[in-house]
């Protein structure tokens, strides 16, 4: 019954939003991240001061410890565990126990922040992501063969124009198994998920204010693009955030607006009567649709990308930019993901978005989605051919092979290369910042 998920989660775009949980035997409660955009499963281990509960091994009866030791780390902090086995059990969740790893995190730096209410982190990505590799299975794999429900969950958050840190905490639903009806209003529209390691799609073109921005459509895919509810703010490759600011602060009604605003270091402050949304133009995102002569477009309005942070005095409330820059990725974060019910459909490959009736600001709607158009005017293709995440060793192997001409050298050099230089996740491969729920976490 999907019912008794709604509304199992608490937090908000600036913190993230979380999952009670309880673990071991007698149960210890826990609140748990819900992230997309990484692959573990890890509890806090041991008291940290910026954590207000912890997981304790030894007082539980069903916790087994494989002594394997694990680290992920983000752009901006990491935490150091060992991965062991116990059973959860979810009061909002599906009916049951389930036996799953969990990494107990011994050591973290930067990862659990003063103000953030949760004290774990559940990766909902695939185990390419795992770490310290791929055959550690996810939380969700685990579920999808124990409790035998179908390879599909869904995931609301609802804090549309509302503080992004604000003292309460906003509702949301994780439904695991698959798609609750009184969630969304409208049709799904789906997008194929193009590889299975985070929720990478195929983004066609933006528009902002209803005007193209006419980038070729592979800046939009560099070097990825995917959606990650553990990343607050959406982040745009640095070609097409430079593009995307200028378009916004030319159809937008201010003039004269500080540099800092945009880059995330300086607020913009409006008297409290004031509703400053009005002064700046919806963002589409335009997805190519499951039959690819077709696509859809997502729409967030301001309300949800110029964001309230505090008040200060009586009558001046402070909003900051949603949208950030990334070197390596395209991110559908918690700015967008507030405006749509979001399906993660594994079992079909296909990522779907539906408007979700929470997604208001004063009684109307902040998001739309709108479909079909024609592809015809977009490449066939805009996902780069070069896969940027191959390992860095085995291009420049081939580069050595073509410049240098000595084939036969390096073909045996290649040869003598030990296997694990052919996996492509290694252990100290680093969970790159747009994975992490860390890196824009206001402080």
Sequence with gaps: NFLAMVENLQGDSGRGYYLEMLIGTPPQALNILVDTGSSNFAVAGVPDPDVTSYFNPELSSTYRSEGIEVTVKYSQGSWTGVLGTDVITMPKGLYGSYTINIATILESENFFLPGVK???????AYDALAKPSSSVETFFDSLVKQAKIPNI??????????PVSGSGTNGGSLVLGGIEPSLYTGDIWYTPIKEEWYYQVEILKLEVGGQNLELDCR????????????TTLLR???????AVVQAIARTSLIQEFSSGFWTGSQLACWDRTEKPWSLFPKLSIYLRDENSSRSFRISILPQLYIQPILVIGDNLQCYRFGISSSTNALVIGATVMEGFYVIFDRAQRRVGFAVSPCAEADGSPVSEIEGPFTTADV?????????????VLWIASYALMSLCGIILLVLIVLLLIPPRCQHRYTDNDVVNDESSLVRHRWK
């Design 118 to 124: 949760w004290h774990g982190i559940l990766g909902l």
């Design 153 to 162: 969950f869904s995931l609301q958050m609802c804090g549309a124009g509302l």
């Design 219 to 230: 800046e939009y895919n560099a070097d990825k693009a995917i959606v990650d509810s553990g």
């Design 236 to 242: 745009l490759p640095e070609k097409v955030f430079s």
């Design 379 to 391: 490449a066939s293709n805009c996902v780069s051919s070069v896969s940027f995440h191959e390992p």
